[in-house]
């Protein structure tokens, strides 16, 4: 069957929404398919070339993933269609796509799972899609091991330190140290829970160990620095401070960035966080930082200086007080990574600057677009976008865009 064949089928899927549900060509929104299946009589999807066994024994349940039905081809044109379709939804059109970087399974270093007790009973993991029933995990296709490797350890610990009928928060991530684990909504009461804290944190041979019971969070385990290095300079980490999801994808968006930027020039980093940019891409050039997250612009300040970079690191809320053109103009390129809500406080200043060059990292592409369209109606042409899928067989994409003027 031809392409054209399918596109006047009604009923083969053409294509993948943005939620994940393939969509007909006559408009019908069909939950775990593939292009290339069938709708048959009753909905009954009938597999096509690109329908794939899922990897997890939990899904569709678990709400972690939600597409792992996709093989790779069709998954890698979801991703790369949740940007240019966004992009098309704004009127604006990259001079180039280039090819999507998806990342391999199980190599999340980040992850924040829920645990609930009931009795004697103790339950880890995601919760269901669009529900608050939590999935006992006995795999996990994405999590990097080391960290699925605490999920069956973690019910001891936590059916002496959650009390029944209550929930808490699992919070890991991979530093340079191992595991740094945060627990949220324990209770540590008495000899023999503190001392299991710290047995387990022995046992698996933590990086750190921080709890929460409701009053701010505690070291209990850190047997030196935590930190996490970027560009060859290890920076402190605060507990559950953001990082990009794999190590692989942040290669990816840090390669895309560094191959657009001049050779000599200033650079600033907006939404810098704690370096992941301006450490990697800053070495032996003036790097201007500017972050809203106290903690994060700290630690940064800290590692620069002790690296002897040559970073000027400012504590500054983009949000309320972006750098204006007068500022902007200072430097041969602008790096951008911002939340999912996107930057248009601050790109409204960039579209009034002569910035030559800004590279605009991005984990919403809906965001994103609504930004790229003021930068191109001020006068910058988007040359490039680069498509990341970081968080494998989710709707989750992120992608670096290049503007140039």
């Given at each position: 069957?031809?392409?054209?064949?399918?596109?006047?089928?009604?009923?083969?899927?053409?294509?993948?929404?943005?939620k994940?549900?393939?969509?007909?060509?006559?408009?019908?929104?069909?939950?775990?398919?593939?292009?290339?299946?069938?709708?048959?009589?009753?909905?009954?999807?009938?597999?096509?070339?690109?329908?794939?066994?899922?990897?997890?024994?939990?899904?569709?349940?678990?709400?972690?993933?939600?597409?792992?039905?996709?093989?790779?081809?069709?998954?890698?044109?979801?991703?790369?269609?949740?940007?240019?379709?966004?992009?098309?939804?704004?009127?604006?059109?990259?001079?180039?796509?280039?090819?999507?970087?998806?990342?391999?399974p199980?190599?999340?270093?980040?992850?924040?799972?829920?645990?609930?007790?009931?009795?004697?009973?103790?339950?880890?993991?995601?919760?269901?899609?669009?529900?608050?029933?939590?999935?006992?995990?006995?795999?996990?296709?994405?999590?990097?091991?080391?960290?699925?490797?605490?999920?069956?350890?973690?019910?001891?610990?936590?059916?002496?330190?959650?009390?029944?009928?209550?929930?808490a928060?699992?919070?890991?991530?991979?530093?340079?140290?191992?595991?740094d684990?945060?627990?949220?909504?324990?209770?540590?009461?008495?000899?023999?829970?503190?001392?299991?804290?710290?047995?387990?944190?022995?046992?698996?041979?933590?990086?750190?160990?921080?709890?929460?019971?409701?009053?701010?969070a505690?070291?209990?385990?850190?047997?030196?620095?935590?930190?996490?290095?970027?560009?060859?300079?290890?920076?402190?980490?605060?507990?559950?401070?953001?990082?990009?999801?794999?190590?692989?994808?942040?290669?990816?968006?840090?390669?895309?960035?560094?191959?657009?930027?001049?050779?000599?020039?200033?650079?600033?980093?907006?939404?810098?966080?704690?370096?992941?940019f301006?450490?990697?891409?800053?070495?032996?050039?003036?790097?201007?930082?500017?972050e809203?997250?106290?903690?994060?612009?700290?630690?940064?300040?800290?590692?620069?200086?002790?690296?002897?970079?040559?970073?000027?690191?400012?504590?500054?809320?983009?949000?309320?007080?972006?750098?204006?053109?007068?500022?902007?103009?200072?430097?041969a390129?602008?790096?951008?990574?911002?939340?999912?809500?996107?930057?248009?406080?601050?790109?409204?200043?960039?579209?009034?600057?002569?910035?030559?060059?800004?590279a605009?990292?991005?984990?919403?592409?809906?965001?994103?677009?609504?930004?790229?369209?003021?930068?191109?109606?001020?006068?910058?042409?988007?040359?490039?976008?680069?498509?990341?899928?970081?968080?494998?067989?989710?709707?989750?994409?992120?992608?670096?865009?290049?503007?140039?003027?």
């Amino acid at each position: 069957m031809t392409d054209s064949d399918k596109a006047t089928d009604s009923g083969i899927i053409i294509r993948i929404a943005a939620k994940g549900d393939g969509i007909t060509a006559d408009g019908r929104h069909v939950p775990l398919t593939a292009p290339g299946d069938r709708i048959g009589p009753g909905g009954l999807v009938i597999a096509g070339p690109h329908h794939v066994d899922p990897a997890c024994t939990h899904f569709p349940a678990c709400g972690g993933c939600q597409i792992q039905q996709l093989d790779e081809a069709s998954y890698a044109e979801f991703v790369t269609a949740r940007v240019t379709g966004a992009l098309a939804g704004q009127g604006v059109a990259p001079a180039t796509v280039l090819p999507p970087h998806i990342s391999p399974p199980m190599t999340r270093r980040r992850a924040a799972l829920r645990a609930a007790r009931a009795g004697k009973r103790l339950t880890i993991g995601f919760a269901e899609e669009g529900s608050h029933r939590l999935i006992d995990l006995e795999m996990c296709a994405v999590l990097d091991p080391r960290l699925f490797a605490l999920v069956a350890p973690l019910r001891g610990l936590l059916a002496t330190i959650l009390p029944d009928k209550r929930a808490a928060h699992v919070k890991m991530s991979l530093i340079d140290q191992g595991v740094d684990l945060l627990l949220e909504g324990v209770k540590v009461e008495g000899l023999a829970a503190d001392e299991a804290l710290g047995a387990f944190a022995r046992a698996h041979g933590l990086a750190r160990l921080t709890i929460d019971e409701g009053d701010g969070a505690q070291t209990r385990w850190e047997p030196e620095a935590a930190t996490i290095s970027f560009g060859g300079v290890p920076v402190g980490f605060p507990p559950f401070a953001f990082l990009q999801a794999t190590p692989d994808g942040e290669a990816a968006l840090v390669g895309a960035v560094r191959d657009a930027l001049p050779e000599t020039g200033a650079i600033a980093d907006l939404f810098a966080g704690l370096g992941t940019f301006a450490l990697a891409l800053g070495d032996g050039r003036p790097v201007y930082a500017g972050e809203g997250a106290r903690d994060a612009i700290l630690s940064l300040k800290l590692a620069a200086g002790r690296a002897q970079r040559r970073l000027a690191a400012d504590h500054r809320d983009l949000f309320r007080r972006p750098l204006t053109p007068e500022e902007l103009n200072r430097f041969a390129a602008v790096i951008l990574d911002p939340p999912r809500a996107g930057a248009r406080e601050q790109v409204l200043q960039l579209a009034a600057s002569a910035v030559p060059v800004i590279a605009y990292v991005s984990c919403n592409p809906a965001s994103f677009a609504r930004d790229a369209a003021h930068l191109t109606a001020a006068g910058y042409r988007l040359d490039s976008v680069k498509p990341v899928g970081q968080f494998r067989w989710t709707t989750h994409v992120e992608l670096v865009g290049i503007f140039r003027r």
